[in-house]
């Protein structure tokens, strides 16, 4: 039945192609169809004072310091100004994303250059290098490739209710990206983009033991590994707050 059913419809595809047109599979490309920007234009316009300041300040000191020096508070000048370009034109699409304003043609294609990784000769072999105004946003470029979670004490609970010496540390930190998918009404509609955002987390110590860096950074790697699972750990999951807006596989 189910040739047959198919066989008929082959014929009727035929004889209405011209008027109920075929589908098709998208070619891969590396695009952007298009891009939403967190609307927080006060946050943009902050990073631009501080990048025209720290601009500033590496201008200023380049009258007190010997030659020596020069070329690095040059470095420190061109990355303020890199920095302020950057959130200028993230800022006015900030802006726009409140009004509803499209983007032009430019803002799009700033928003395309933003990652790129390119690949070039590195003797025997070959080597990945960021490329794009992404990097552009760290003082040392190749940092923008690196894995780099941090974690900071920030309480100490010494005793549990009934006064029993306890050590508890809250700590909190930071972890890989996620990738988070979020609906927007745009001038032409609803739409859903997908993009990256910070992870946040809360872990509990005990025993007054402190993380550093390189110990959360291990407790992570672990974390998604189970067999290795840290014993000497009060579990600790997502925040509560953010339960309902993780999926996890």
């Known amino acids: 039945m189910l040739n047959t059913q198919m066989a008929s419809w082959s014929q009727l595809r035929h004889d209405t192609i011209l008027y109920a047109k075929q589908s098709y599979t998208d ?130 609970q010494t005793s549990d209710e009934s006064g029993m010496p306890v050590g508890y540390i809250l700590h909190v930190g930071t972890g890989a990206p996620r990738i988070m998918t979020v609906a927007v009404n745009q001038c032409d509609g609803p739409r859903a983009y997908v993009g990256v955002v910070f992870s946040y987390y809360e872990r509990i110590t005990k025993d007054f033991e402190r993380l550093t860096d390189e110990e959360w950074s291990s407790i992570l790697y672990q974390t998604h590994h189970p067999e290795d699972a840290i014993q000497d750990v009060v579990p600790q999951a997502d925040v509560p707050w953010m339960s309902e807006f993780i999926v996890k596989k």
């Not at 799009?108 to 990097?135: R, S």
Request: aromatic content about 14%.
């Open 27 to 156: 070619s891969i490309v590396c695009e952007f169809p298009d891009a939403y920007v967190d609307p927080y234009p006060a946050f943009y316009k902050a990073i631009v004072d501080y990048s025209d300041k720290g601009a500033q300040v590496a201008s200023s000191l380049m009258e007190f310091t010997s030659s020596a020096h020069t070329a690095l508070l040059e470095e420190i000048s061109d990355y303020f100004t890199e920095l302020g370009f950057a959130a200028d034109i993230l800022g006015q699409m900030a802006q726009q994303q409140l009004d509803g304003v499209p983007y032009t043609e430019e803002q799009l294609g700033f928003i395309n250059d933003a990652i790129q990784i390119e690949e070039e000769d590195a003797g025997c072999t070959t080597a990945e290098f960021p490329a794009g105004w992404y990097k552009r946003l760290f003082f040392q470029p190749m940092a923008a490739l690196e894995y780099d979670p941090t974690i900071a004490d920030v309480h100490t």
